[in-house]
């Protein structure tokens, strides 16, 4: 019967523990580029994440060969000359709520929040700092924001011979749909 209870209280504490974080494995991140010379879009459904109620705290990977474009020409490009897929494989995210506290979210009420942190694309990390939209809903949670990066920011060159028709910022879009992480 000692057992019996040790391991109800064990099982006990695992389940509230993974209630505090919530996963995804097939976020969603798209990115778009409006240039003169031709608008450059791609989007990637399989960014995994995890969201921490417990402390605010995100974490975001994502393999830069799963992005997919419109033209495989212009995936080639992105891959080999410009994030360097090979050498630089994946970009990740990591950092937190500003100003969380563990009751944040409501049932159904979009909920704006700060998200700051550090980015790592193309082998080099910088603080970022983006607005979210955040609702919890029945099943998980639902994530979503917007923000704009620099290519020089993140030692992406544009050549020369394109560098006046391609745009040196780049629109990020995310959309999570987080489950509960079941131990």
């Not at 494995?25 to 995890?50: C, L, P």
Request: charge should be positive; aromatic fraction near 10%.
């Amino acid at each position: 019967m000692k057992y019996f209870i040790v391991s109800l209280l064990m099982l006990t504490s695992f389940s509230v523990v993974g209630q505090s974080k919530y996963i995804t494995k097939n976020g969603y991140i798209d990115f778009f580029s409006k240039s003169s010379m031709e608008d450059i879009s791609a989007k990637n459904e399989q960014v995994s994440s995890i969201l921490d109620t417990e402390n605010g705290k995100v974490v975001i990977a994502v393999l830069m060969k799963s992005f997919r474009f419109e033209k495989a020409l212009m995936e080639e490009h992105f891959n080999e000359n410009y994030v360097e897929s090979g050498k630089f494989p994946k970009a990740s995210f990591s950092g937190s709520i500003v100003d969380y506290h563990a009751d944040a979210f409501k049932e159904g009420v979009a909920t704006k929040v700060k998200i700051s942190g550090d980015l790592t694309i193309h082998g080099v990390t910088k603080p970022i700092l983006a607005e979210a939209t955040i609702i919890k809903t029945k099943e998980g949670i639902n994530a979503e924001s917007q923000f704009v990066v620099k290519l020089k920011d993140f030692d992406i060159v544009i050549p020369a011979l394109v560098k006046d028709k391609i745009s040196e910022e780049v629109k990020i879009s995310v959309k999570f749909n987080y489950l509960p992480l079941k131990k």
